[in-house]
């Protein structure tokens, strides 16, 4: 089930069965998609402004319920679709095409981690987050994708991962500057790692 966001351009590409929800509906859709045919794999793609600007109850909900889908959240801390404006992912001091002097959270607020948020609920069973900016840290979000669906095959509850991507369009930095600039901005605020397993539980 995929959201609304630039992201979806690959949906075609995929040899899969695709759901276009509604803005930051996806983990609704999802459930319904899963209760349906309760031994579908199901996950959505989405964004950090669709999931967590636009549907945060959404898949704060599905955690909550325990619901048997993986989420899978690309957070590169923009709305890339729409012309890379500021997200409620944002890190403080970033640059967006509506914070042109970098996110101030006397104006703005602080962003809202949603991995770390997620970790706290109940009805989670695994939760982590990735960046591909480097060909290890592939690998490593790789394995966190596998255990995710692994949660949801083995009915542990709600499994989500956070993938940190990169868009130097919507950072204002040139395309080789970006990998540097995913790992000293975004991953120093949305830390890296498993945050919760709870699988084998």
Not at 20 to 36: D, E, F, I, N
Not at 70 to 88: D, K, P, R
Request: glycine share 10%.
């Amino acid at each position: 089930v995929f959201g609304i966001g630039c992201y979806t351009a690959f949906s075609n590409n995929l040899d899969i069965e695709v759901l276009q929800a509604l803005h930051g509906r996806a983990p609704s859709v999802a459930t319904g998609v899963k209760r349906a045919r309760p031994d579908s794999i199901v996950f959505t793609v989405q964004g950090d402004g669709d999931m967590v600007s636009e549907g945060l109850q959404e898949v704060l909900h599905t955690a909550a319920r325990g619901e048997s889908v993986t989420c899978i959240m690309l957070n590169n801390g923009v709305f890339g679709e729409t012309g890379g404006h500021m997200s409620a992912a944002t890190v403080v001091g970033q640059r967006t095409k509506t914070s042109l002097e970098g996110r101030d959270p006397d104006l703005h607020g602080r962003p809202i981690l949603l991995a770390s948020l997620l970790a706290h609920v109940d009805g989670a069973a695994y939760v982590a987050r990735g960046l591909v900016n480097s060909a290890g840290n592939v690998a490593r979000t790789k394995k966190m994708l596998l255990r995710a669906f692994e949660a949801q095959e083995r009915r542990a509850g709600f499994s989500f991962v956070e993938i940190l991507t990169m868009c130097p369009t919507g950072w204002f930095v040139e395309t080789e500057e970006a990998p540097g600039y995913l790992e000293d901005n975004l991953a120093a605020v949305h830390t890296p790692g498993v945050l919760k397993d709870e699988v084998d539980r």
